[in-house]
């Protein structure tokens, strides 16, 4: 396993136990290069390249064809059957291996009915076989708008929400991570050429929620120990983040590794083998959202926090301490670190370490001045009342 913060390494036992020191916050600048890195990549991808929007979005028509008796080509599609009818730049998909989907800008209804009987004739079908649906341009800038404002007001009301909930700083730091996660799943999209449908915008809204309840998991531990500053030994903000971020470390994984089961199943089963093209548009997008949602509320939202809080009064004189004092700020400290806590137990004790057992006058408490030291022998057995009281008379 990794090493801790410390320098010592950790076990697999570490992690199941939540006993693990990881430093998730106190080197942020690793994070912030990784993250920037792949942010700045989907941008160039999204500038230059762009997305490619479905018929929902950009308008068009679109048929769609069950080809009999032959495996259908794209190549053969396009050459034989659009690029005479001067088609030669449509998108052409194939749909579970025997069907054919084939989208274009919108046509008038007679160059419509040509496209209809090509396709019929290549795929040995009725022309009244091949569906055919069209979308106007007003209503694909319908939907884009609708699905901008629908994301628009749910960032309002997360900011709100988490506002009220923590603190502005808290709040913008799982704003950001959730912007994050778009900007990543969007250049996922433009870099592999994937369409983007309705099903992609539900898919996104889907793992914006995924990723604010892990933030939120993981910053109810930060505020439930932020009562506990001062108690540990060379104690910051940034080492009880690291502390809160390592309690609730496999939870975390746990839950986003469920999430993922059926993602995977969707895209392996459902899309792969069983030839769901609609399932795959919601499914990848849902798998590349559940990866960036869990790595970003760990290594942006927290990273962010802490460094946004550090700044303050309060935690820049405890850091300026803790460092007075010549402890690592950014060290999670063990739980037996606590002031008035109990000893560490045996197994974590230094392994050279080897108890002596104390000599006898060492061992043996010393009386107060003036009071004789009682005989260290074995004590007189007590003699019986009778031959007390006999010797008395």
């Known amino acids: 396993m990794s090493p801790r913060a410390d320098g010592s390494r950790h076990t697999f036992s570490d992690l199941i136990h939540e006993r693990t020191r990881f430093d998730f916050a106190g080197r942020p600048w690793r994070w912030l290069l990784l993250s920037g890195t792949a942010v700045l990549i989907c941008l160039a991808s999204l500038g230059f390249k762009g997305l490619n929007l479905g018929i929902d979005f950009e308008g068009g028509t679109s048929w769609q064809v069950e080809v009999e008796g032959k495996s259908p080509s794209v190549g053969d599609v396009r050459d034989d059957v659009l690029q005479p009818l001067g088609l030669a730049d449509a998108k052409v998909q194939t749909l579970g291996g025997d069907s054919i989907r084939v989208q274009s800008e919108e046509l008038p209804a007679a160059e419509r009915r040509e496209v209809t009987n090509a396709l019929a004739a290549y795929a040995g079908v009725e022309p009244s076989e091949v569906s055919v649906s069209s979308v106007g341009p007003t209503w694909g800038s319908t939907v884009s708008e609708k699905a901008l404002r629908a994301l628009l007001i749910f960032f309002g009301i997360v900011a709100l929400y988490l506002s009220i909930r923590f603190e502005w700083k808290i709040a913008l730091a799982m704003i950001l991570a959730m912007v994050h996660d778009i900007i990543i799943t969007a250049g996922v999209y433009s870099l592999g050429g994937f369409e983007v449908t309705p099903a992609?915008?539900?898919?996104?809204?889907?793992?914006?929620?995924?990723?604010?309840?892990?933030?939120?998991?993981?910053?109810?531990?930060?505020?439930?120990?932020?009562?506990?500053?001062?108690?540990?030994?060379?104690?910051?903000?940034?080492?009880?983040?690291?502390?809160?971020?390592?309690?609730?470390?496999?939870?975390?994984?746990?839950?986003?590794?469920?999430?993922?089961?059926?993602?995977?199943?969707?895209?392996?089963?459902?899309?792969?083998?069983?030839?769901?093209?609609?399932?795959?548009?919601?499914?990848?997008?849902?798998?590349?959202?559940?990866?960036?949602?869990?790595?970003?509320?760990?290594?942006?939202?927290?990273?962010?926090?802490?460094?946004l809080k550090e700044r303050e009064p309060r935690y820049r004189a405890l850091r300026e301490r803790a460092v007075a004092a010549g402890a690592r700020p950014g060290v999670p400290a063990p739980e037996h670190a606590r002031v008035g806590a109990a000893s560490p137990p045996a197994s974590e004790a230094a392994p050279d370490a080897v108890a002596e057992p104390a000599s006898a006058p060492e061992a043996a408490e010393s009386p107060p001045r003036g009071v004789p030291a009682r005989p260290t022998g074995p004590a007189r057995a007590p003699r019986p009342r009778q031959q007390r009281r006999r010797k008395r008379r």
């Open 200 to 307: 992609t915008v539900v898919a996104f809204l889907t793992i914006l929620g995924f990723s604010l309840y892990d933030s939120v998991v993981v910053f109810d531990k930060v505020r439930e120990n932020s009562a506990t500053l001062g108690t540990v030994r060379g104690d910051t903000y940034t080492a009880m983040v690291n502390r809160s971020m390592n309690q609730v470390l496999m939870r975390s994984l746990n839950t986003s590794f469920v999430a993922l089961l059926p993602v995977v199943s969707l895209l392996v089963v459902g899309s792969g083998i069983m030839g769901a093209v609609a399932l795959r548009d919601f499914a990848l997008a849902l798998f590349v959202g559940l990866v960036t949602g869990t790595y970003s509320s760990i290594f942006v939202a927290v990273p962010l926090v802490a460094w």
